[in-house]
């Protein structure tokens, strides 16, 4: 049975992606799940990432480190119910390409089979490189990611902001042109100054996604639950929280709680009703049951 619900006539794909470079800017949101993926595509994003972020974000993990591929592809699936329109993209987890080619080519080919996306995205620079060129020629679109890796935060020393010095800026832009000769469709660029994205953007052709790398990249991406201010344990200078979601649900939550103690929920406008003769021959049959003299 298809993962994907019915994909929509103007359905975002790999070349309106590739297109959009100097003409427009791409907005993506991450998505984990069915009812977020349909809100997500309805603010018109023209991508949705099914990031690994859904360790911490959705369940409760300090890191992205051990989140596993049946976790993605459950993820996976959960978005593609809800996206038509969006081209969604899945994160390749730690530790399921790191290992080589055919390690790589197993892991996206569950992803887009069984999780359903259209392109994958994992994190590196150079070291990557014949995982992206394997995936590239077996026909799977990749998303690649520089600067800071969140799934080598341990030994990046945590989450830093990253080419900060001309040399390591020279360097992640060397890994971008790599990847970009590789065959990336396009480039997630996180936690780098805003003056040297603008600089690795100047001189790609494809489109560069940007997270804490400033105004210049050709397109943005935040997580979904730092946008809607759900997410608090760990919130990055580069977010903006469009909403406080977490204070505006714990207030209806706390209400809801509220009303059942008081016995004011559920009303009568949320209760079912039965006919008045049904009811008086229950009561009769109440009073003739052993329950009755109870
Ligand atoms: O896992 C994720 O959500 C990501 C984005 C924040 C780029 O990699």
């Known amino acids: 049975m298809s993962v994907h ?3 929509d006539q103007t359905a975002v794909s790999i ?3 590739l297109g959009a470079k100097g003409k427009r800017k791409l907005a993506v949101l991450t998505a984990y799940d069915f009812s977020g993926a349909v809100l997500a595509e309805r603010s018109g994003a023209d991508v949705l990432l099914v990031g ?5 974000v959705m369940l409760g993990r300090k890191d992205t480190m051990s989140v596993t591929l049946d976790e993605m592809i459950h993820h996976c699936r959960a978005v593609l119910q809800g996206s ?3 081209l969604v993209i899945g994160d390749m987890p730690f530790m399921t390409y790191e290992r080589g080619v055919d390690e790589a080519l197993s892991s996206a080919a569950r992803l887009c089979r069984e999780g359903g996306v259209r392109a994958v995205k994992l994190e590196g620079g150079r070291q990557v490189l014949p995982q992206v060129r394997a995936l590239v020629e077996a026909g799977i679109p990749v998303c690649g990611h520089i600067g800071l890796l969140p799934q080598r935060a341990a030994a990046l020393g945590g989450f830093k902001v990253q080419a900060r010095t001309a040399e390591s800026a020279y360097v992640l832009l060397q890994d971008a042109l790599a990847l970009q000769e590789a065959g990336c469709f396009v480039l997630v660029m ?14 790609l052709r494809i489109p560069t996604i940007g997270i804490g790398a400033g105004p210049d990249c050709d397109g943005q991406v935040l997580v979904y639950h730092d946008v809607l201010g759900l997410y608090s344990e760990f919130v990055p200078k580069f977010v903006k929280q469009y909403l406080q979601g977490g204070e505006l649900i714990g207030r209806a939550l706390e209400q809801y709680v509220l009303e059942v103690g008081k016995g004011t929920f559920p009303g ?4 079912f009703s039965i006919k008045d003769e049904e009811l008086k021959k229950l009561d009769q049959l109440l009073e003739g ?6």
């Open 5 to 7: 619900a019915e994909r």
């Open 190 to 203: 996180e936690a780098v100054p805003a003056p040297v994205a603008a600089r690795i953007t100047a001189r």
């Open 52 to 56: 690994d972020s859904l360790g911490m």
């Open 15 to 17: 070349l309106d992606v």
């Open 289 to 294: 049951s052993p329950a009755a003299s109870a």
């Open 84 to 86: 038509r329109r969006c």
């Open 268 to 271: 009568p406008e949320h209760s």
